[in-house]
């Protein structure tokens, strides 16, 4: 069946501490997002990278679609940095994204 | 301006009352969802709207009633709610009516307390 797997489940780091969260499919994809979703409950759009590799200040991500898996870097953590983060896959053929079950990234000052 | 507003913030409401969700954007987006999210679970995808007819019910129960009276709105209408229906509900659009390829932008959620 078609899954979403996010590793690790957790992580505890400290300030300044780089960090690399994975996310595996298990189909061809047309769509695949990285979210982060802070204590408060908003879920914050990183990017929208169904192939290919995206900067953004201290962020980034790349997936590779042949090989079902998609990386995201945090280079430098910050505090505010904490909180979830999902990766959301649209299948090819399917109607909906299918959310993994997060990474619970948690930031020491 | 990527911004989906959603009211209220919190609601706190009894099994017999009739209470409704409010979302709004104005991107321009034709599709809007409606997502529901237990604690330390991912969201779980309800409705979805496509220029304003709903166009997947994801076996949500009747309790939950969407309405999309233009093409900025999306309500959700909740009555004869259960305790365990006690969630964060969450809306998002995007701008493509053919979603699973195109970006979603989310709201800040409703904090729903089921008494």
């Known amino acids: ?109 | 301006d990527t911004e989906v507003t959603q009211t209220p913030k919190h609601l706190v409401m009894g099994m017999t009352n009739k209470k409704s969700l409010k979302c709004e954007q104005h991107m321009g987006h034709r599709a809007m969802y409606w997502y529901k999210q237990k604690a330390k679970k991912p969201p779980e995808l309800m409705f979805v709207y496509s220029y304003e007819k709903l166009s997947i019910n994801e076996s949500v129960p009747s309790r939950f009633s969407p309405e999309c009276p233009n093409s900025s709105l999306l309500n959700l209408h909740l009555h004869a709610l259960q305790p365990e229906d006690s969630a964060l509900y969450l809306c998002a659009s995007s701008q493509d009516p053919g979603w699973s390829t195109d970006t979603q932008y989310f709201g800040p959620g409703t904090r729903l307390t089921v008494l």
Do not use: M
């Open chain 1, 1 to 109: 069946g078609i899954q979403v797997e996010q590793s690790p489940p957790d992580l505890i780091l400290q300030e300044g501490a780089n960090s690399t969260l994975r996310c595996n499919f298990s189909d061809s994809v047309n769509n695949l997002q990285w979210f982060h979703q802070n204590p408060w409950g908003q879920l914050i759009n990183l990017f929208y990278i169904p192939s290919g590799t995206k900067q953004n200040g201290r962020l980034s991500a790349t997936t590779v679609a042949t090989e079902r898996y998609s990386l995201l870097y945090i280079s430098s953590s910050q505090t505010t940095d904490s909180g979830v983060y999902f990766c959301a896959v649209g299948f090819q053929g399917a109607q909906k994204l299918v959310f993994g079950q997060g990474t619970r990234l948690t930031i020491n000052p």
